[in-house]
């Protein structure tokens, strides 16, 4: 390992099962316990890794209940010690974390040093946690200075923050990127997949936080009545995204959902279409079934994960564009989440 003594890293510990504790209700974080556990750690304050500071937000969330105003949060304890250090940590929940990855990804505009979200699925101080190796390889890498983006660093790969998804509940290995390659694999080194890695130009760092922008996501299903659906998308939402089947596609049920989508359009709000599936991209018009879509006005979510769709909604509201504006934003990439 590279000697990273000289090194500076800012642990943010946001709550989830890596800082838990068993109580009486099932596991839950307790503030002030994780740091006095982290400094028992001996390879995290070992010669040559780098030197570690903590902090911790209050209250400590399970990240089910972690959303914008969290993800500004975060995102403004970054921007505000931005130049006192090489690079962050941020210990989350693992349920809510691709979410988080992806919204710091559009928050946090000008990144060149790494933000590595981590976490665990069995709590620091049980038997056989993957806590430890998590941490000690989010830390190193923060060190690293050599990815200038905001990843997800779990069970040996280093992801893409807003290309990642959780694929599973309970094993170690819990997230994946399908649609972008791992940035890194964790082995006996850190193996960097440099031609992955996002190039900074340059540009400073941007704090762009997130306002409350009302957004859905709707899934369809084999008999949906669409009707059923016509007063939320209409009227209470500002964007809602649509996962559909396969490249893009939905039963007919008598057209019912065309309609609702343009009138959606005419109230200003804005329909994205993403996959159910995990890997491959959206094609709109590839199918008669998703040609109306596209027709209605919707536009592609192309290969982005919801949880990415969702997030760069979120950017863009908060940014206050046009409704036009906003739609071709969606198709474009801004941040590294979609490859057309
Ligand atoms: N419910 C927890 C959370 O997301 C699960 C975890 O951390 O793995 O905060």
Redesign the pocket.
Known sequence: MRDLSNKKVLIINT????G?KNTREG?APVSGYLFGELKKIDDLNREGMPKWDFVEISPL????NISAPQWNNMAKIIADSYCDYDGFVIL??????AYTASALSFILHGLDKPVVLT???IPLCDVRSDARDNLISSVIIAGDSIVKEVCLCFGGKLLRGNRSTKTSADTLVAFDSPNYPHLAEIGIAVKYNHSALSKQNGSSLEYLPFSAVPIGVLKIFPGMQFGLFEDIITDKLSAVVLETFGAGNIPHSGDDLLPIIKKAFKAGAVVVVCSQCVAGSVTLGAYQTSTALKNAGAVSGKDMTTESAVAKLYHLFSMGYTTDKIKSLMEQDLAGELTY
């Open positions: 709550g989830g099962t890596i838990m596991y969330l399970d990240s089910s989350h929940g693992t349920d809510t974390m976490g665990s699925q």
